[in-house]
C-alpha cells in the first residue's frame, strides 16, 4: 500500500464491526478501501463490504492509538474483546454474557458471509488472522470461565507454530472439556504434555475442510 488511508476512509475502518468487520460508508469510500486491499465486496446479495486481514490491522492500530497504554489489550471504547485468560477485571454478569452470545452469533454470520461454501462449522479468514481471541471467543461463547490473574479457568496463548494456539487449563477434565467446546467450533484439537512442568494442555488449529 503506497499511501496511508485519508482520514475519511480512517473512520470507516474505525467504524466497522469489532467482530464481522462489515463496513457502512459512501460507495465510492467503499470501492477505494477495496483498490487499497483493505476490504473486499462479498459476491453474494446484500453485496456488503468486509474489512479484509489488512484492514483489521489498520483498524487495530487506530485503536491502540486511541486507548491508554494498559497491561494487557482489553476492551476499550466499548469494543467487543474475547477472554483470553488472566486478565484482572471479571468476565461474568449478564451484560457480558449477551455481549459473548452477539459476538459468536456475528461470526457464525462472517463464516456463512466469507467462507466459499457459506459453511459456518468451519473457521473463516479472520479467525485464521486472530487465532488467539478467535480460540477465546469458541471457548467463552461455550460456557467456559475465563482464568481470572490467579486460579482456575482456560487461557488461550500464541505459540510458535503460525496455525496453532495453546489452551491451557489446569483441571484435566475442564481442558478435556475445552477441546470438546473447540471441535463442535469447527476446531482440530491435541493434548500434550509440558516437558518440564508435565501439565498437560491442547494445541488448537482452525479446521479447513
Not at 40 to 52: A, C, G, Q, Y
Request: aromatic fraction near 4%; hydrophobic fraction near 40%.
Amino acid at each position: 500500500m503506497s499511501r496511508p488511508p485519508t482520514a475519511a476512509q480512517r473512520r470507516v475502518i474505525d467504524a466497522a464491526d469489532p467482530v464481522t468487520g462489515r463496513l457502512r460508508g459512501t460507495p465510492a469510500q467503499l470501492a477505494a478501501l477495496v483498490s487499497r486491499g483493505l476490504a473486499f465486496r462479498h459476491p453474494r446479495p446484500p453485496h456488503d463490504h468486509f474489512l479484509t486481514p489488512a484492514g483489521h490491522r489498520i483498524r487495530e492500530a487506530v485503536a491502540e492509538e486511541k486507548a491508554p497504554p494498559p497491561l494487557q489489550p482489553p476492551a476499550t471504547g466499548g469494543v467487543f474483546a474475547a477472554r483470553v485468560g488472566g486478565e484482572e477485571e471479571p468476565a461474568a454478569g449478564p451484560a457480558r454474557l449477551r455481549e459473548v452470545h452477539s459476538a459468536w452469533q456475528g461470526l457464525l454470520e462472517l463464516r456463512r458471509m466469507t467462507n466459499p461454501d457459506a459453511a459456518v462449522d468451519r473457521p473463516c479468514g479472520w479467525e485464521r488472522a486472530h487465532l488467539v481471541r478467535a480460540a477465546a471467543l469458541a471457548l467463552e461463547a461455550g460456557g467456559h470461565p475465563p482464568a481470572g490473574a490467579d486460579g482456575p479457568g482456560y487461557r488461550v496463548r500464541a505459540t510458535p507454530q503460525p496455525d496453532a494456539v495453546a489452551v491451557h487449563e489446569p483441571d484435566e477434565r475442564a481442558l478435556r472439556a475445552c477441546a470438546v467446546t473447540l471441535e463442535r467450533a469447527g476446531w482440530q484439537t491435541g493434548e500434550h504434555t509440558e516437558p518440564r512442568t508435565r501439565a498437560r494442555y491442547l494445541l488448537a488449529s482452525p479446521r479447513r475442510v
